[in-house]
C-alpha cells in the first residue's frame, strides 16, 4: 500500500520567512502526488499536484513542490510566508490501479507570526 | 461551477444514537469518496462510488456505518449506532473520473461529536 510521511506535525516561520513543508512518500511504482490546504472549518483545496510531468510544480498562492524520485520526497516550498497561509497542509498519493483513491498523510500545521 | 455541498455542517449527538450526512457531488463527477478525519489525523477513506457502485469499502466499519449512493448523484452516510470514537469531521469528495489526475474536489465538511 502507498503512504506518505509529513515530518513535523507543526512548523512555525516568520511573515517573509522561507516555508519548507516535507512530505516523503513510499509508492512501487511512479506515483501521483498531491498537497492540500485546509483552513479552520473548511474542506481541503487543492494546491498543486504532481502526475508525471514537469518535476517542480507550481500551484496556487505562490506554493511549489519537487517531486524527487532519488529522495522519494515532494516537499512544499514558498519564498515568503503571509499571514494568511497559516493552514494545515496534507500530502497525499494515489493509491490503486483503475479506481484510484487519495491515501493522506497525517498533516503539519504551519504557524505564521508577525 | 458549484462545489461539493454537505449537511449538515455540525452535528452533536448521544453515543448509540443514529446520524445521517448527505452529500450532493459536482454535477457530472462520476466519482464519489467519503473520508473521516478525526483531530489531529489525515483524511482516511471510508468508502467509494463510481456512480452508484461501491469500488472500495475496506475501511467502512460496516457493523455500524452505511453509506448508498441512489441515481449516481447524491450521496447518504448513515452511523448507527454512534460511538464516541466516531468524533471527526466527515468530508465528501467527488472527482470527474476515478483517476489520480482529475484531481478531487471537497466538501466543507460535517463535524460530528459523539457525547
Known amino acids: 500500500a502507498q503512504s506518505v510521511t509529513q515530518l513535523g506535525s507543526h512548523v512555525s516561520v516568520s511573515e517573509g520567512a522561507l516555508v519548507l513543508l516535507r512530505c516523503n512518500y513510499s509508492s512501487s511504482v511512479p506515483p501521483y502526488l498531491f498537497w492540500y490546504v485546509q483552513y479552520p472549518n473548511q474542506g481541503l483545496q487543492l494546491l498543486l499536484k504532481y502526475t508525471s510531468a514537469a518535476t517542480l510544480v507550481k500551484g496556487i498562492n505562490g506554493f511549489e513542490a519537487e517531486f524527487k524520485k532519488s529522495e522519494t520526497s515532494f516537499h512544499l516550498t514558498k519564498p515568503s510566508a503571509h499571514m494568511s497561509d497559516a493552514a494545515e497542509y496534507f500530502c497525499?498519493?494515489?493509491?490503486?490501479?483503475?479506481?484510484?483513491?487519495?491515501?493522506f498523510g497525517t498533516g503539519t500545521r504551519l504557524l505564521v507570526s508577525p | 461551477e458549484a462545489g461539493v455541498a454537505q449537511s449538515p455542517r455540525y452535528k452533536i449527538i448521544e453515543k448509540r444514537q443514529s446520524v445521517a450526512f448527505w452529500c450532493n457531488p459536482i454535477s457530472g463527477h462520476a466519482t464519489l469518496y467519503w473520508y473521516q478525519q478525526i483531530l489531529g489525523q489525515g483524511p482516511k477513506l471510508l468508502i467509494q462510488?463510481?456512480?452508484?457502485?461501491?469500488?472500495?469499502d475496506s475501511q467502512l466499519p460496516k457493523d455500524r456505518f452505511s453509506a448508498e449512493r441512489l441515481k449516481g448523484v447524491d450521496s447518504t452516510l448513515k452511523i448507527q449506532p454512534a460511538k464516541l470514537e466516531d468524533s471527526a469531521v466527515y468530508l465528501c469528495?467527488?472527482?470527474?473520473?476515478?483517476?489520480?489526475?482529475?484531481?478531487?474536489?471537497f466538501g466543507s465538511g460535517t463535524r460530528l461529536t459523539v457525547v
Open positions: 497525499a498519493v494515489s493509491e490503486g490501479t483503475g479506481f484510484q483513491k487519495l491515501v
Open positions: 469528495a467527488s472527482s470527474l473520473e476515478s483517476a489520480a489526475n482529475y484531481g478531487y474536489t
Open positions: 462510488f463510481q456512480n452508484n457502485g461501491v469500488v472500495d
